[in-house]
């Protein structure tokens, strides 16, 4: 601005720390009114002053070049910092795609120790080096490493290898609850002056070095921890990232976005970055690298050609595969099991009823997943469906089974069928247990239900299981007791809350996953509970996924399967490609005659009365 003049443009924060406030000085009206068509966010609040999202800002910032009077535009200090680095991230990554770049300006792996200084005490694999050089060869990155290994220590030493040169004084840590232990562990192990790690809690800690929070509770605290970002130079870090794949369409993807230019360096962890396809990468590179990364992410992809989009897209991200764990192989395999006559009977009634439903629902998303999740159910068993005392009351079985009225309604077959048959999948899961415990393995039994895993509690009550889903006290306590109690031969639960964060690769080799949703990610996630970093050399991991014939079972399989064969494309992984087509193997729990099962239900009874 020259002189005394007044602005033509003035730039300042908005009432929130996701908005930013332009007020055109008198004359500029007009000129107001043409620049916010070149903005999605912008909102007229008078002829002179326009409201307009801070990352749209960022994004759009040559829409200024055309400014009448660009001499006399006055930036908000903070704004014109954000402003000044969203730049210089378009040059980088313009300069690291590049064809031909050589990456001179590399940090290289052997240069790690003396980067992290003194404070560091944690152990690296030579792998978590070259991916601690390349994130912090970049100015913001992302790790999409295979989930167990060591993202959490890697994006530790990047923080602290930060702050060793002076770049960052604090950390914002958001993730899973299911990751805080993992933290708070690292941190101790790792520091020999750990950090001042706090739950956020408010009013927030002033001197805590790194505060950690769960996505859930983001959208309410975008203005504080902006605030708390932007008062210190800081790092933001989302463990976990795909929780936030929907981007500016999700509570969670919005809330990350906004605080994202509030931050000194941004980084994300995440083992399944495109869980669901391209949109979701799009949405995780443009919390990175706002604006520039989504583009290049179309562009990568444009094509259609994965491999060649992957080679893209490398220079911004880190990955270390499966392979290069050197784990011992795991052994993946489908178990096709044919319905009983009567719980194929319902099934087929139940699917005629929910077909006209699919037909009403239309494009209504909400409606169609309650369908989905009906189908699923009623593949295991359709008892599930019929409404007992509560909605998690398990389903009681009684063998062996018995003839079925004439003409009884279909309504009165869902909650009696237990009666008539038994399921098969819990009949399988059964067998594979009482295999496992035979042997002294124990097995991780995963169902989307918590019904279902109430249900199988008693059908493995002789074991003693362990069970943790949504509305279990104390979590914690189950797993301890699965971990460490010679008797506890079996842990249940879903992948939606324990499918991140908890490592049992050390007392646990065996999976049996009862029924899946159509959770890429959630998947991938929940297969390396057991088969992750530190695992034994001689360890035999097994996973099993029971599937009802003729169900819904096949088609969240066939999806499956595509999803992880994008994934493992789009991140030139022939490991997750592999799982997306799993062997079939027979079922071993036909072996179970009704005289076992008897036997097996008068036990329960007798422990249940």
Same mark, same amino acid.
């Given at each position: 601005m020259v002189g005394n003049a007044m602005p033509s443009l003035q730039i300042d924060m908005g009432e929130t720390v996701t908005t930013a406030r332009l007020h055109a000085g008198r004359g500029f009206e007009n000129d107001l009114r043409r620049?916010? *068509?070149?903005?999605?966010?912008?909102?007229?609040?008078?002829?002179?002053?326009?409201?307009?999202?801070?990352?749209?800002?960022l994004t759009n910032l040559v829409a200024l070049v055309s400014w009448p009077a660009p001499e006399s535009v006055v930036w908000e200090p903070r704004l014109a910092t954000l402003a000044a680095d969203s730049a210089a991230d378009a040059q980088t990554v313009a300069r690291r795609l590049e064809p031909g770049n050589t990456g001179d300006s590399e940090v290289k792996p052997e240069e790690i120790p003396d980067l992290l200084g003194p404070n560091w005490i944690?152990?690296?694999?030579?792998?978590?080096?070259?991916?601690?050089?390349?994130?912090?060869? *970049? !100015?913001?990155?992302?790790?999409? @490493?295979?989930?167990?290994?060591?993202?959490?220590? +890697?994006? *530790?030493? +990047?923080?602290?290898?930060? !702050?060793?040169?002076?770049? %960052? #004084?604090?950390?914002?840590?958001?993730?899973?609850?299911? /990751?805080? $232990?993992?933290?708070?562990?690292?941190? #101790?192990? /790792?520091?020999?002056? &750990?950090?001042?790690m706090e739950i956020f809690s408010r009013p927030s800690d002033p001197t805590a070095d790194a505060l950690i929070l769960n996505y859930e509770r983001l959208d309410g605290a975008v203005n504080e921890l902006g605030a708390w970002l932007a008062d210190r130079p800081s790092m933001l870090l989302l463990d976990e990232a795909h929780r936030m794949k929907l981007g500016a369409e999700g509570t969670y993807g919005a809330a990350c976005l906004a605080l994202g230019p509030r931050a000194r360096h941004r980084l994300i962890l995440t083992g399944t970055p495109a869980p669901n396809g391209v949109k979701d990468l799009e949405n995780l590179f443009s919390f990175v690298w706002p604006g520039h990364g989504r583009q290049k992410v179309i562009q990568a992809v444009a094509g259609g050609d994965l491999v060649e989009a992957s080679r893209t897209l490398k220079p911004l991200f880190s990955r270390t595969t499966k392979t290069e764990l050197r784990l011992p192989p795991v052994t993946t395999a489908i178990r096709p099991l044919a319905m009983p006559a009567l719980h194929q009977e319902i099934y087929e009634a139940l699917l005629g009823r929910f077909s006209g439903r699919i037909s009403d629902a239309g494009d209504d998303l909400q409606a169609m997943g309650k369908i989905v999740v009906y189908m699923l159910m009623a593949a295991t068993s359709p008892a599930l469906l019929s409404v007992g005392t509560t909605?998690?009351? &398990?389903?009681?079985?009684?063998?062996?089974?018995?003839?079925?009225?004439?003409?009884?309604?279909?309504?009165?077959?869902?909650?009696?069928? &237990?009666?008539?048959?038994?399921? &098969?999948?819990?009949? $399988?899961?059964?067998?594979? %247990?009482?295999? =496992?415990?035979? #042997?002294?393995?124990?097995? *991780?039994?995963?169902?989307?239900?918590?019904?279902?895993?109430?249900?199988l509690r008693e059908v493995l009550r002789e074991f003693n299981p362990?069970?943790?889903?949504?509305?279990?006290?104390?979590?914690?306590?189950?797993?301890?007791?699965?971990? =460490?109690?010679?008797? /506890?031969?079996?842990?249940?639960? =879903?992948?939606?809350?324990?499918?991140?964060?908890?490592?049992?690769?050390? $007392? /646990?080799?065996?999976? %049996?996953? %009862?029924?899946?949703?159509?959770?890429?990610?959630?998947?991938?996630?929940?297969?390396?509970?057991?088969?992750?970093?530190?695992?034994?050399?001689?360890?035999?991991?097994?996973?099993?996924?029971?599937? @009802?014939?003729?169900?819904?079972? $096949?088609?969240?399989? #066939? !999806?499956?399967?595509?999803k992880l064969n994008f994934m493992g494309r789009i991140l030139d992984d022939p490991a997750v490609q592999r799982l997306a087509d799993l062997e079939e193997e027979p079922a071993i729990g036909a072996g179970l005659d009704n005289r076992d099962l008897q036997a097996l239900m008068g036990h329960l009874r007798v422990h249940v009365a």
């Open positions: 620049m916010a *068509l070149r903005f999605r966010s912008s909102v007229q609040r008078s002829p002179s002053t326009m409201d307009v999202d801070i990352d749209d800002l944690g152990e690296l694999t030579g792998f978590q080096r070259r991916d601690i050089a390349k994130l912090l060869s *970049l !100015r913001h990155g992302a790790n999409f @490493s295979v989930p167990g290994a060591g993202k959490t220590r +890697v994006g *530790l030493a +990047v923080f602290e290898a930060l !702050r060793h040169a002076g770049k %960052v #004084q604090r950390l914002l840590l958001v993730g899973p609850k299911s /990751c805080y $232990e993992a933290w708070h562990e690292e941190n #101790q192990r /790792c520091l020999a002056d &750990p950090l001042r909605r998690y009351e &398990p389903l009681m079985y009684q063998v062996p089974p018995l003839s079925v009225p004439d003409g009884a309604p279909l309504s009165a077959l869902m909650r009696d069928l &237990p009666s008539y048959e038994m399921s &098969p999948k819990y009949q $399988e899961a059964l067998a594979i %247990v009482a295999a =496992n415990a035979s #042997q002294g393995r124990k097995t *991780l039994v995963w169902s989307t239900f918590i019904r279902s895993l109430n249900t362990a069970i943790v889903h949504g509305g279990t006290e104390d979590r914690d306590a189950e797993i301890r007791r699965f971990r =460490n109690d010679p008797g /506890c031969a079996v842990l249940l639960s =879903n992948p939606a809350t324990l499918g991140e964060g908890i490592s049992l690769h050390h $007392e /646990c080799h065996d999976a %049996v996953y %009862v029924d899946r949703d159509f959770a890429a990610g959630r998947f991938l996630q929940s297969l390396d509970r057991i088969h992750r970093l530190g695992l034994a050399p001689d360890a035999e991991t097994r996973i099993t996924v029971l599937a @009802s014939e003729g169900t819904i079972d $096949e088609i969240v399989e #066939q !999806r499956l399967s595509d």
